[in-house]
């Protein structure tokens, strides 16, 4: 398939349109395509996490908020799961979608690295999923429950421990419908779970009066709606993958570039749980005043951080699919205005809510030493998120082009220095050590990150020419010359 056969795409057939997104369409346009739908659907997700604490707030019992919060670090682990093979595996069959473009047989390899990367999370899952529930009650301990939270922690982590499979499906089936550029369908797709999850908890929680267990319930059934969109919309309109077990391959061409990226996701999610943990237990020795200007600035920053993950996780599928084309072009021209978009997003937001920062905070609390401190923790976070945009830009560059030590360096530096800088700026600074410790890490990661830019640009070269027919010829000839 050449470029030009995708440059008008039918409208009825929407793998096509995708396609055309990924190789041929204006770079603003792709973006657009690709980046607007996933900031919409991590927004979405995010107003419902908000309905959730307020459907299981009503019922007026604290015990069941703090479950809830207890066990959201299972939930954090089963997404990493399904993200292992769903990163891995959706970068690779974007690489192979753009390979295909000059060698229609690398189009053969995607159905083997679709079903091992959903066959692999369901096993993985239920795996993980029966060992928790064997270990359920010492887990329960490791989370912190105790007195009253404990039987409704216990309630919640188990019903979630069931759906481990399910989850970790969906997590997956999400990053290989990505993988195709079809960004406006993982959004429908997203947006319809949240909307199932809220029926659901208003009839499992106020209706059926099932408490934490009827929230977890929810939750997995809102992913078996996912997996069912996700599972009909590939049948119908992906003309390469196959979710079908008889494609289930264990080949080292498929394991090394799935695991080699997806595993520095799981470490990333391992260290974001870990770092969460030592950060509220040094904030929570100044009182409860800082922890609450903390929960504020987070969820005020998150706006222009949804937006900026939006860029950093939308145009992977790109950079990979113009990687594996050996498009140099395309993949220089997609970094440049990607990162343009993240810095101009980021700056805006960030002047905005600095400028108008007294205001924005002071609708949230009303209590001035609250308000101060909050004031202080948003620039801040506000100051890391524009790191953030630049470092997660530049992972996912080396998701999208296989660079797999250098993603997992990546993914784990952060949690590697964090632990420590705040360690120590707790002791050295008090509070405001803890404040800024984020921010420092951000700006080292971020450091690192272009180290590792530079350092790698020779290998994507390579790669590139690879990818590129006319290139490789080229490069032949200067090594014969």
């Known amino acids: 398939m050449s470029t030009m056969d995708l440059e008008v795409p039918a409208k009825s057939d929407a793998a096509g349109t995708n396609r055309w997104y990924l190789s041929a369409a204006p770079i603003v346009r792709a973006l657009v395509h690709l980046c607007v739908p996933m900031a919409a659907a991590m927004i979405a997700g995010a107003v419902y996490n908000l309905i959730n604490a307020g459907v299981i707030g009503s019922l007026h019992n604290t015990a069941?908020?703090?479950?809830?919060?207890?066990?959201?670090?299972?939930?954090?682990?089963?997404?990493?799961?399904?993200?292992?093979?769903?990163v891995g595996g959706g970068a690779l069959i974007s690489r192979l979608l753009g390979a295909s473009e000059n060698d229609p047989a690398k189009a053969a390899d995607i159905k083997r690295v679709s079903s091992f990367a959903v066959w692999g999370s369901v096993v993985v899952g239920a795996v993980l999923g029966g060992l928790?529930?064997?270990l359920l009650h010492p887990l329960v301990s490791l989370l912190g429950a105790d007195g009253a939270a404990t039987p409704a922690t216990r309630s919640f982590v188990a019903v979630m421990l069931a759906f481990v499979p399910v989850l970790a499906a969906a997590v997956c089936l999400e990053q290989l419908v990505r993988a195709e550029g079809a960004a406006r369908q993982v959004m429908i797709g997203l947006i319809a779970s949240t909307i199932a999850n809220v029926v659901f908890d208003v009839l499992f929680i106020l209706v059926l009066h099932w408490g934490v267990a009827g929230a977890a319930l929810a939750t997995g059934l809102a992913n078996l709606v996912v997996i069912g969109y996700f599972a009909a919309w590939l049948a119908r309109h992906s003309e390469h993958m196959s979710l079908a077990p008889r494609w289930f391959a264990l080949s080292p061409e498929v394991l090394k570039p799935v695991l080699g990226v997806g595993i520095g996701t799981l470490l990333q999610s391992a260290f974001l749980i870990v770092t969460s943990l030592v950060l509220n237990n040094l904030a929570s020795a100044y009182g409860d005043g800082p922890l609450a200007a903390m929960g504020v600035a987070v969820r005020i920053a998150q706006v222009p951080e949804f937006l900026v993950m939006g860029i950093t996780l939308g145009v992977l599928p790109l950079f990979a699919y113009s990687y594996g084309k050996g498009d140099r072009d395309r993949l220089t021209s997609a970094l440049r205005t990607s990162a343009i978009a993240v810095g101009g997003i980021a700056v805006l937001f960030s002047l905005v809510v600095f400028v108008f920062r007294d205001q924005i905070f002071s609708a949230f609390v009303a209590d001035h030493s609250v308000l101060a401190i909050g004031v202080t923790i948003m620039t801040a976070q506000l100051?890391?998120?524009?790191?953030?945009?630049?470092?997660?830009?530049?992972?996912?560059?080396?998701q999208a082009t296989g660079r797999a030590l250098a993603a997992t360096v990546m993914s784990v530096t952060q949690g590697v220095l964090f632990i420590p800088i705040v360690l120590l700026g707790n002791v050295w600074f008090g509070l405001s050590g803890i404040i800024?410790?984020?921010?420092?890490?951000?700006?080292?990661?971020?450091?690192?990150?272009?180290?590792?830019?530079?350092?790698?640009?020779?290998?994507?070269?390579r790669g590139l020419a690879e990818g590129s027919p006319e290139r490789a010829e080229e490069a032949l000839e200067q090594a014969e010359g």
């Open 64 to 86: 069941l908020l703090a479950a809830v919060t207890l066990g959201s670090p299972i939930l954090g682990l089963v997404m990493a799961v399904g993200n292992v093979f769903g």
């Open 132 to 134: 928790g529930l064997l």
């Open 383 to 398: 100051v890391a998120m524009i790191a953030n945009g630049f470092t997660g830009l530049i992972t996912s560059l080396f």
């Open 436 to 461: 800024w410790a984020l921010t420092v890490t951000e700006g080292i990661v971020f450091v690192v990150g272009v180290v590792l830019w530079l350092a790698s640009r020779r290998a994507i070269d």
